[in-house]
C-alpha cells in the first residue's frame, strides 16, 4: 500500500533553471508534509515542510506547495546548481508516530 | 550542531546471527525511530518509540525485532535471527517533541551473508 508516492524516479536540470520535484499522497488524514536530500551512504538531510493549513511555504532556493483537494506537493528549487544533485524524499505524517517516506526522485542538475 | 550518532557504520554478518544497531538520539529528543533503504529502494519506517514504549511499528518489524532505550541515551534495533533480506541501511532518527522534521543519523549497513 504506496501512500505516498513519487511517480518520476529521476529528473535531469540545467544549471539556473527551475526544479520541480512531485509527490502524490493518499491518506487525506496527513498534516504534515516533508522534504529531504539524500546522497548515496548517508543519511537523508531535511529541507523543507509544511502542515497542512497552508499552501506554500518558502526557504531560500526551495518552495513547497501543497495541493489538499489533489492530495499533491511540489518542491521548486529555483536556480538549480549543481551541489542539488541528490536523491529527494517526500514524506508524510498523520500525528507524530509514523512518517511515510515516498519512494525518491533522482535529480540531477547538469553544469 | 548536535546530531543523531550510530554504530556501527558497516556491519557484515552470517545468516541466523543476532545483530544490535546502536543510535544515540539527540539528548532533548523524545520521539525515536528506526527506518531502513534497502539500496535503492524507499526508506521504509520499521518502529517509533517514545517514553519507553513502541508506539507504531510496521508490518516488517515483526517479531525477529526489538528496540530498546536501556541507558536513557542509547536506542538500540536487534534483529534476533538476520535474514538475507535483511541487508539494507539502517537508519535512527529522532525529533524533540510532538511534531518538526526527523533528524536522521548517518545510518548503519548491515550485509548479512
Known amino acids: 500500500d504506496q501512500q505516498v508516492k513519487q511517480n518520476s524516479p529521476s529528473l535531469s536540470v540545467q544549471e539556473g533553471r527551475i526544479s520541480i520535484l512531485n509527490c502524490d499522497y493518499t491518506?487525506?488524514?496527513?498534516?504534515?508534509f516533508l522534504w529531504y536530500k539524500k546522497y548515496p551512504a548517508e543519511g537523508p538531510t531535511f529541507l523543507i515542510s509544511?502542515?497542512?493549513?497552508?499552501d506554500k511555504n518558502e526557504d531560500g532556493r526551495f518552495t513547497v506547495f501543497l495541493n489538499k483537494s489533489a492530495k499533491h506537493l511540489s518542491l521548486h528549487i529555483v536556480p538549480s546548481q549543481p551541489g542539488d544533485s541528490a536523491v529527494y524524499f517526500c514524506?508524510?505524517?498523520?500525528?507524530?508516530?509514523?512518517?511515510?517516506f515516498g519512494t525518491g526522485t533522482r535529480l540531477k542538475v547538469l553544469a | 550542531e548536535p546530531e543523531v550518532t550510530q554504530t556501527p557504520s558497516h556491519q557484515v554478518t552470517q545468516m541466523g546471527q543476532e545483530v544490535i544497531l546502536r543510535c544515540v538520539p539527540i539528548?532533548?529528543?523524545?520521539?525515536f525511530y528506526w527506518y531502513r533503504q534497502i539500496l535503492g529502494q524507499k526508506v521504509e519506517f520499521l518502529v517509533s518509540?517514545?517514553?519507553?514504549?513502541?508506539?507504531?511499528k510496521s508490518e516488517i518489524f515483526d517479531d525477529q525485532f526489538s528496540v530498546e532505550r536501556p541507558d536513557g541515551s542509547n536506542f538500540t534495533l536487534k534483529i534476533r535471527s538476520t535474514k538475507l533480506e535483511d541487508s539494507a541501511m539502517y537508519f535512527c532518527?529522532?525529533?524533540?517533541?510532538?511534531?518538526?522534521?526527523?533528524?536522521f543519523g548517518e545510518g548503519s549497513r548491515l550485509t548479512v551473508l
Open positions: 514524506a508524510a505524517s498523520e500525528g507524530t508516530y509514523k512518517y511515510i
Open positions: 491518506n487525506s488524514m496527513f498534516d504534515y
Open positions: 509544511i502542515s497542512s493549513i497552508k
Open positions: 539528548s532533548n529528543h523524545l520521539y
Open positions: 518509540f517514545y517514553n519507553n514504549e513502541i508506539s507504531e
Open positions: 532518527a529522532s525529533i524533540p517533541s510532538d511534531a518538526g522534521e526527523l533528524f
